[in-house]
């Protein structure tokens, strides 16, 4: 999002004022003004703790390239404690290729703070999510993968369905990760369910050129009166007494 203001406007929407959502957010140095971001609802969900971690990234000049900040969360939900980490990584505007060690570069800074958590409690649960700009078989999202991660969306993106288009083509950028021990069936009280791209039909263009893709808000720099150009995506997990 562009800063709090706009989630406070958000969570005081008609809309969503009675639900009692709390926001978590820190400004970032990032060069567009992107930041990351949490809601939550109040009335389920205690904060324990909560940071930003910056990433340390060079352009092609040597300098600092500023990106947004990891965002950590430690939460608890009807006794049950985990952490979210929300991400929104480095765009492919220049080229996928050339921009995808930058992607890496967060993909390991993601992997420091869950060593960092595991090290305080080596039990930790473990949520990793946003919009990372690469698809599930993208080498970075694999690096979490490889390193104690279950991705539920790898199955999720195919020729005819993810969660944003580009060019004719559908990607899966916007993913949740859990970190294996969300998985564990026996013994479990806060066990992962299930993940999936909400892309209901409100959501979506229902004529024309773009048929089928998210209602954008903007086309180029007329106002389309849409969503988002990126479908959203939800995952669930059941509490178990």
């Not at 939460?75 to 985990?82: A, K, M, P, T």
């Not at 480095?90 to 930058?102: H, M």
């Not at 004719?168 to 999936?196: K, P």
């Amino acid at each position: 999002m562009e800063n709090k203001y706009v989630l406070e406007q958000l969570v005081a929407s008609k809309f969503l004022q009675k639900k009692n959502y709390g926001v978590i957010h820190f400004d970032s140095q990032d060069e567009r003004g992107i930041d990351t971001g949490l809601l939550y609802r109040k009335e389920y969900v205690k904060v324990l703790e909560k940071q930003t971690h910056q990433v340390l990234l060079k352009n092609e000049h040597g300098g600092r390239d500023y990106t947004r900040d990891i965002l950590s969360t430690h939460l608890e939900i009807q006794g049950r404690s985990f952490y979210v980490l929300v991400n929104h990584w480095p765009s492919r505007r220049a080229g996928a290729e050339l921009t995808a060690p930058k992607r890496m570069l967060v993909s390991q800074r993601n992997l420091e703070i869950v060593d960092e958590i595991k090290t305080a409690n080596p039990e930790a649960k473990i949520v990793i999510m946003g919009d990372f700009n690469d698809d599930p078989k993208s080498k970075s999202i694999q690096h979490l993968v490889a390193n104690g991660f279950y991705n539920p969306m790898e199955l999720l993106l195919t020729h005819e369905s993810g969660s944003l288009k580009y060019r004719g083509a559908w990607n899966l950028f916007d993913q949740i990760l859990v970190s294996h021990n969300c998985m564990q069936q026996y013994d479990n009280d806060f066990q992962f369910s299930e993940a999936t791209v909400f892309n209901m039909k409100h959501l979506t263009e229902y004529k024309g050129k773009y048929k089928g893709n998210p209602f954008r808000t903007y086309l180029g720099k007329r106002y389309a009166g849409g969503f988002s150009d990126h479908f959203p995506v939800y995952g669930k997990f059941l509490l178990k007494s």
